[in-house]
């Protein structure tokens, strides 16, 4: 799975839970509608667990613009958040685990949750097949009387 279809479904998933809340990108900094949600997936660890698989840590950054400040929809919509993901969402055919599920505030004012979650998947490593298709075999057997 790559990152740009793991986030993809991330997005299709809060969306069914969020129909009326946009979702952005954090490179957007200007004309933005509220309420809305600015995401960012970042990769922690991608490295290789053995010849054939890959383990994947990554952070999602779920940064939540309410259209007025409301302390307990703020709390609501965090509490949705940590229900959807669970212990693991699935995404397409992939089980993906959430091993972690924080929040705090940012902003000037310190009035803009900003909710991490963190996830961990193993990808298979394809290798390709350079060397050529045996065509024949020759078999030798030898029995041995006792």
Same mark, same amino acid.
């Given at each position: 799975? !790559?990152?740009?279809? &793991?986030?993809?479904?991330?997005? !299709? @998933?809060?969306?069914? #839970?969020?129909?009326?809340?946009?979702?952005?990108? +954090? %490179?957007?900094?200007?004309?933005?509608?509220?309420?809305?949600?600015?995401?960012? &997936?970042?990769?922690?660890? +991608?490295?290789?667990? $053995?010849?054939?698989?890959?383990? $994947?840590? %990554?952070?999602?950054?779920?940064?939540?613009?309410?259209?007025?400040?409301?302390?307990?929809?703020? &709390?609501?919509?965090?509490?949705? @958040?940590?229900? @959807?993901?669970? @212990?693991?969402?699935?995404?397409?055919?992939? %089980?993906?685990?959430?091993?972690?599920? $924080?929040?705090?505030?940012?902003?000037?004012?310190?009035?803009?949750?900003?909710?991490?979650?963190?996830?961990?998947?193993?990808?298979?490593?394809?290798?390709?097949?350079? #060397?050529?298709?045996?065509? !024949? +075999? %020759?078999?030798?057997?030898? &029995?041995? #009387?006792?």
């Amino acid at each position: 799975m !790559t990152l740009k279809e &793991l986030k993809s479904g991330i997005v !299709t @998933l809060i969306k069914s #839970e969020f129909p009326k809340i946009t979702i952005y990108s +954090m %490179a957007v900094v200007e004309n933005y509608k509220r309420p809305s949600f600015f995401m960012q &997936l970042k990769p922690n660890i +991608m490295e290789p667990a $053995n010849y054939n698989s890959r383990q $994947n840590q %990554a952070t999602l950054y779920i940064d939540y613009f309410q259209k007025v400040i409301d302390e307990g929809d703020m &709390l609501d919509v965090i509490e949705r @958040l940590r229900d @959807l993901f669970g @212990l693991s969402i699935t995404i397409g055919s992939r %089980a993906i685990d959430v091993t972690g599920f $924080n929040y705090d505030f940012i902003g000037t004012d310190r009035n803009i949750p900003e909710i991490s979650i963190d996830l961990e998947w193993f990808d298979r490593i394809d290798h390709p097949v350079t #060397e050529p298709l045996m065509e !024949t +075999m %020759a078999l030798n057997e030898e &029995l041995e #009387e006792e």
